[in-house]
């Protein structure tokens, strides 16, 4: 714990070893290839690692061959594949770059490239896939063709002469119509794909299962309706629909590879960013020129990771005003921390971002008018003033959370407008902001324009106050040296 809330990393270089992280397919395929390729040695598919591993031979040009495949002489086998122990392959087939799982039958004249082919998968005459992902026990019918990207989950059969479109899964279980939960969304964002919905009916998880064992429930199957525009005449399965945010990255996470006209429209992309942040001479910088701040803000603003950001601080903040069970203040600000690193965020976001969920909490508790309202936000900054206050690590810090309260009161809680001024005092009362600070920001307000010092001037008396202050110290420290240095002198 000390080291997070130390803000330092820590990292391990690795030299001989090798370690990877599977998130989605594509990284999947990267780190399989790895394996095929002994980038991963001892780990390799011909060193077993267990008493139970098939023997696997490694045969010349990169081909893994396990015990008991059946291999037609007709049929061609290249570049780096895996046959598992029990396959068999028919004549006149081509299979390049790919994994064959165990008990697989491939019948005459298939085209199989770059696929992931796993166990008991039934693969008939003329079928051409080209990197898809086969689950246990599905059947490709005759003539069928599987696109890439395709995904055919468990025990899945697609009919025969039927073409399975780009980046489709197909799946015995019906997509969930259900809401997902937000545990749900995060996991499917974070695995790049879809997630199924735990709130599924019984039988459905007791089907799905079934098929996951090799198992298929007749019962379940005699009578049902197949789409036939989506698994073909005698296919079996529901295509699962892409949301609207991952249609067009779907590629991105395929084990398929990108495509040549996403290439070039990343290319066009990255010259059309370069042209417009280098060669506009409207929006070039002079050397030592600064931005102005008003200019930082509204590209701040226009960043949509500052957005999710603000929004995973609020959650997190809110699970400790709900006292979920195990979650206390120190929680927070680990989680919290380790938000402002996945985000590259500052102190200063740190300390917005939290300022903005603390007055939020202000605004729904009940009140009838502004003084209420007053009454709400004394109450919550006081209960979370050690929070806020940990991210406050500095003058700028401060007036950057007196900014995000101006754009607070202009935006999403114009009922703070009003109780400005005091809520300035409340936070100088309860040392989250320092008079340095709020006069610093008082004093970037004078060259501003007028409808940008409302709250300036609503805060005049006391900004005035707080600067008679500071001159009564300053005189103070004046009159005190001066008179230790003639009590030097007399001496």
Known sequence: MKYVMGYKIFTYEIHSEYAARIDNFRSYDAVSKDILHRWTHPIVPDIPFSRNSPPIRLESQGIYKAAGVMQSHSAIICGTTILGEGTSIGDCCNITDSVIG???????????????????????????????????????????????????????????????????KISLTPQPTEEDSDEELEYAEGAGGVTESLTKPFSVVENEINCQNGKRDEESMD????????????????????????????????????PYEKIQELILKKRFDFDETTLDIGTVQTPGESKPDSEIADD??????????????????????????????????????????????????????????ILNLALEAPHAGPSELFINALNVITKWRDLLKHYLKSEDDEVEVLLKFEEICLETGKEFAPIFSKMLEVLYD??????????SWASEKQEADESDKVFVKQSELFIQWLQEASEEEEDDKEEEEEEEGGGGEAA
């Open 102 to 168: 165990q008990g697989c039958i491939i019948g005459c004249n298939v085209h199989i490239q770059g696929c992931y082919i796993w166990n008991n998968v039934t693969i008939h005459d003329n079928a051409k896939l080209r990197y898809a992902t086969v689950c246990d026990g599905a059947v490709v019918k005759e003539g069928a063709v599987l696109e890439p990207g395709v995904i055919l989950s468990f025990n899945v059969v697609i009919g025969q002469n039927f073409t399975v479109p780009m980046y489709s």
């Open 223 to 258: 009578g049902q309706s197949w789409n036939v525009l989506e698994v073909g005449v005698t296919g079996t399965g529901y295509k699962w629909s892409l949301g609207e945010n991952n249609q067009e990255e779907e590629w991105r996470h395929s084990v398929s590879p990108i």
């Open 300 to 357: 701040e603003s226009e960043k949509p990771e500052t957005a999710y950001f603000n929004k995973e601080v609020e959650e997190t903040f809110r699970r400790a005003v709900l006292e979920v069970p195990g979650v206390e203040q120190h929680h927070v600000i680990i989680e919290v921390n380790g938000l402002r690193l996945a985000y590259n965020m500052s102190f200063s976001d740190c300390a917005g971002a939290l300022f903005h969920a």
């Open 430 to 439: 309860k040392d989250i902001l320092t008079e340095e600070a709020i006069l």
